[in-house]
């Protein structure tokens, strides 16, 4: 009998968080078969070892550790597990997430219940309760970016014009529905979906794969659902704190890789130039904000 999901974290000197994430993942999940593909990403706490440790092979053979010889980033990391997956469905899940009872369960029930779904997110939701925003946007597009570069998003974020782009602030948070784009925090994809239109893009090293993505799910013509009824915490950005300018500018090197793959050249081509300066102007000054409020290490 084939497994149901292959549950697949990636983790870079997060140990006890991932540790945390895979107690969760064991500890909520009753009603289907599943295995745990943990890809350790050349880890320098000792990650891999305390993992092995506590869920040794022999007695927790769904808990599969996974070495990468050089540090490749979420997308190429991600990849590795998807390779490797077993399971009718594939969840990408982020090493800072705590999954609540049976919330694996209901998202593979749902998913077999919506045969049209290409991917699905349930309620991600940060410490406070809030549902992160991250985890429910739209495809951004050049005027919703322009936008959200301004900061109009947060002076308008009930505005379904201005605050687009993080479609979290206005939708029904309660609703089962249609959305563009999820985050791979918690991505939940179908099997013939990753056969179809292929692995993550390794272009994108820590950020914008899972937009891209989900772009390609759509062009597809797959659905994108956010499923609340599943609640998973998120405690955003824990594995990233230590690299702080290395992921500003892993973030604005995204933006400029998924604008340059979609929407570079089907227009005037002094508008492209306009945008990729509109971010590399964003980069420079959150660089500026960050080596203000505090000493960083550039990893």
């Known amino acids: 009998m084939p497994l149901d999901l292959s549950v697949i ?114 309620r991600l939701e940060l410490p406070n309760g809030q549902l992160d925003p991250a985890s429910v946007r739209t495809i951004p597009t050049r005027t919703s970016a322009f936008y959200q570069a301004l900061g109009l998003h947060r002076l308008f974020p009930k505005s379904k014009r201005f605050a687009k782009y993080t479609a979290s602030s206005f939708i029904d948070q309660s609703r089962t529905q249609k959305i563009e784009c999820l985050v791979g925090a918690f991505a939940l994809v179908r099997r013939e979906v990753v056969e179809s239109v292929g692995l993550l893009d390794e272009q994108f090293f820590m950020y914008g794969e899972d937009i891209d993505w989900c772009y390609r799910i759509l062009q597809a013509g797959w659905s994108i659902y956010y499923h609340p009824a599943a609640r998973v915490i998120h405690y955003k950005g824990e594995s990233n704190k230590q690299r702080a300018l290395r992921m500003n500018y892993e973030f604005h090197r995204a933006m400029v890789l998924f604008y340059r793959k979609h929407y570079a050249g089907k227009s005037f081509f002094l508008l492209d130039w306009f945008t990729y300066a509109g971010i590399c102007l964003r980069c420079f000054f959150s660089y500026v904000r960050l080596l203000i409020s505090r000493p960083l290490r550039f990893r």
């Open 9 to 122: 974290i990636t983790v870079w000197n997060v140990k006890d968080l991932a540790l945390r994430a895979i107690r969760s993942v064991r500890a909520s999940t009753h009603a289907i078969r599943y295995e745990i593909l943990v890809v350790d990403d050349l880890s320098p706490d000792g990650a891999a070892e305390a993992i092995l440790a506590e869920f040794p092979p022999v007695q927790f053979p769904e808990v599969i550790v996974l070495r990468n010889a050089r540090n490749l980033g979420f997308a190429g990391s991600n990849n590795v597990g998807l390779r490797q997956a077993q399971g009718r469905y594939v969840l990408l899940l982020n090493a800072d997430t705590e999954v609540q009872p049976d919330a694996l369960d209901e998202m593979v029930r749902f998913m077999d219940e919506h045969p049209d779904a290409g991917a699905s997110t349930c």
